[in-house]
């Protein structure tokens, strides 16, 4: 159980393209959802705390309009990079926070998403 | 200085061989503290949460130390598989995993 998946895996644009990530949590709700990004040899840097049916709220530096948030459902954040350019390839990737009670033990543990690898050209 | 700081290694050491890796971190109102491991070119995991009284999960003993800020994890009978980054993860706003602060990671290579 507690499976999170990220589509896609990788993905290459050109600049200036928008690139989709979707995050689903598969076998639980998810009210929030964190979305990270990790450059090479660096540590994982919060962008954005995705909330379910409300606006997400974007740590210190992180560009709101440049990466927009959606979490529509208690299972999917979507993470769109407008406008992309070289400085966006990374690593991205989700997480999903347990809201139901019901799940013992794991009520508020957080789980990975496999990361989507993002080059832009 | 930075918020979660670690030693990058690499650690390289032999089969059976027991490593202790260090963490300190510095906000002293952190309120819960993880070891994670992450392979490369993947996601991060979960290995353990880490607890004032100290805490031991099979080869793994974790132990923290909020008056110095200091956390440590200790793996014992090294493995083969035991190669990878592992994360030292706070949380400073409280509750369980909430808003996690992650280290660099120190990279650990058990060779045969």
């Known amino acids: 159980g507690a499976v999170v998946s990220q589509h896609p895996s990788r993905v290459i644009c050109k600049s200036g393209t928008s690139v989709k990530i979707e995050c689903r949590s598969l076998d639980f709700q998810a009210t929030t959802m964190f979305w990270y990004r990790q450059f090479p040899k660096q540590s994982l840097m919060l962008m954005a705390t995705s909330n379910e049916g409300s606006k997400a709220t974007y740590e210190q530096g992180v560009e709101k309009d440049k990466f927009l948030i959606n979490h529509a459902s208690l299972t999917l954040s979507t993470l769109t990079v407008t406008s992309a350019h070289p400085e966006d390839s990374s690593f991205y990737i989700c997480?999903?926070?347990?809201?139901?009670?019901?799940?013992?033990?794991?009520?508020?543990?957080?789980?990975f998403g496999p990361g989507t690898r993002l080059l832009v050209l | 200085r930075k918020e979660v700081e670690q030693d990058p290694g690499p650690f390289n050491v032999p089969e059976g061989a027991t490593v202790a890796f260090n963490c300190t971190y510095s906000n002293s109102a952190s309120q819960s503290f993880f070891w994670y491991r992450q392979d490369c070119r993947k996601e991060p995991k979960l290995l353990m949460s880490v607890y004032s009284s100290g805490n031991e999960d099979g080869r793994f003993t974790a132990q923290l130390n909020r008056a110095s800020q200091y956390i440590s994890l200790l793996i014992r009978d090294s493995k083969l598989s035991d190669s990878a980054t592992y994360l030292c993860v706070v949380n400073v706003y409280g509750g369980s995993q909430g808003n996690l602060i992650f280290g660099k990671g120190t990279k650990l290579s058990v060779k045969p």
């Open positions: 997480s999903a926070r347990v809201a139901d009670t019901n799940i013992q033990g794991k009520w508020k543990t957080q789980y």
